[in-house]
């Protein structure tokens, strides 16, 4: 059973503050790694993907992939207000597998 | 670009109803099709896939099925609901062959009465 564990949260943070963001997987041979951001009553809106261990930027957001120790995280810096959502981790098994395990997700709350 | 609809948005329902919704993808061809049900405070639960026209997989026995009648065109469909159908319901594609991302349509909120 492949399993792709968060922790629900919430998580609370100021605002400008650093949002981390963190996800476990129990697959080795994992591929794929996303982010996906989920307001109340919204469908998951896809915000980062990475496949290589180190680092990867977009703007406010940095997705951080270690295969050997087989977590992903996300930084979001300077948080928002607006960033107060659920944010999901969806992985890809080894294989050419057609579905993606997700997380359950992290709520996450930035306070003025 | 490629664009997903889904209808209704809402939908409320009698137990015992039928249940059919919609999912279109517009812009891609031959796309991988899911099927996610939602509940309130809950992780996304797959109920169905598709790789092609007519070839469906289920991840869940329930009353639900799928059906795929065009390239493009994806049918959740229930003859009779029951309470636990209740959910936030979310088609999904991906582009086949390619990168893995899948990228979710609005959803259809259904509460069963």
């Known amino acids: 059973q492949k399993e792709v564990e968060q922790n629900s949260g919430p998580l609370s943070v100021p605002e400008g503050a650093i949002a981390s963001l963190n996800c476990t997987y129990s697959?080795?041979?994992?591929?794929?790694f996303f982010w996906y951001r989920q307001y109340s009553g919204k469908s998951p809106e896809l915000i980062m993907f990475?496949?290589?261990?180190g680092d990867k930027e977009d703007g406010r957001f940095t997705a951080q992939l270690n295969k050997a120790s087989q977590y992903v995280s996300l930084l979001i810096r300077d948080s928002q207000p607006s960033d107060s959502a659920t944010y999901l981790c969806?992985?890809?098994?080894?294989?050419?597998?057609?579905?993606?395990?997700f997380g359950r997700g992290t709520s996450l709350i930035v306070h003025p | 670009s490629q664009t997903i609809h889904q209808w209704p948005a809402t939908l409320v329902q009698p137990v015992g109803s039928p249940l059919s919704l919609e999912c279109t993808v517009e812009?891609?061809?031959?796309?991988?099709l899911y099927w996610y049900r939602q509940a309130a405070g809950r992780g996304l639960q797959l109920l169905f896939y598709?790789?092609?026209?007519?070839?469906i997989s289920s991840e869940v026995p329930q009353n639900l099925s799928a059906s795929r009648p065009q390239d493009r065109q994806f049918i959740l469909s229930s003859k009779k609901l029951l309470l636990s159908d209740s959910g936030f319901y979310l088609c999904?594609?991906?582009?086949?062959?390619?990168?893995?991302?899948?990228?979710f349509g609005p959803g259809t909120r259904l509460t069963v009465l």
């Open positions: 999904a594609w991906r582009i086949s062959g390619t990168t893995d991302t899948q990228y």
């Open positions: 697959d080795r041979g994992s591929q794929s």
């Open positions: 990475i496949y290589s261990n």
């Open positions: 969806a992985v890809y098994a080894s294989g050419g597998s057609y579905i993606p395990t």
């Open positions: 812009g891609t061809s031959n796309p991988n």
């Open positions: 598709s790789v092609g026209i007519g070839q």
